[in-house]
């Protein structure tokens, strides 16, 4: 903790550069640092190496959003073309996920990041719901609303039903034992999962855009999700 804002560590999607395929760059939307900072937190982005370490200096992991989880951690080959996939990401973030997990502390997933916690404790993904369910959820115009379980998180803090984004192809199909789905779209689309015992919970939908100044009046101001999220990891 530097001061009273605990350490968040932010994984960044990892990309191969032009210029030199065998090196990578990292690249993360300042809408999650920007939520971070403004509930109490200092974010911290990282991407490729020291999950360890991450995990013994940092308060907290927030998985962000991006590319898709290769299937094949889940038992599956791609579906077709629009699974697009980072091998090197999908191996740090799972190596980053599992040390901040094995020391107990509290992690907060996104999108890619809700779902890369359901894989992680053997849950499984859609991989395009237009081809599987057929469902557009990727519109970052459309909102849409969100149905919550009354003894959830997202029900505490914002009612059993709201409005909220959708900027996903794929979601989660078999939800991982330990694992609590929390509040559904009208479709049934899993759109938030909470674990049973640990301080790990997660969204599919990306309140860092809907977040104190970026906040949309059609839906809640998400700012209350991400000040819960640093409470507990002071």
Known sequence: MKGNRPLICISADIKPMESDLRRYDSELHDTYSNAV???????????AVGAEELAELCDGLLLSGGADLDPCYYGEEILNDTVKIRPERDAFELALFRAFYDAGKPIFGICRGCQLINVALGGTLYQDLAVQKGLNHSD??????????????????????????????QSVKRSADGLRITARSSE?????????????????????RLTGI?????????????????SLCK
């Open 37 to 47: 900072y403004c509930a109490g937190g200092l974010p911290i982005p990282t991407c």
């Open 140 to 169: 970052p115009a459309l909102r849409h609303e969100v149905y919550t379980q009354k003894d959830s998180l997202l029900y505490r803090l914002f009612g059993e039903r709201f409005l909220t984004n959708s900027t996903h192809h």
């Open 188 to 208: 049934g689309i899993v759109e938030a999962l909470e674990h049973e015992s640990r301080p790990v919970f997660a969204t599919q939908f990306h309140p860092e």
């Open 214 to 230: 970026l906040w949309d009046d059609r839906t809640p101001d998400f700012l209350p999700l991400f000040t819960h999220f640093i």
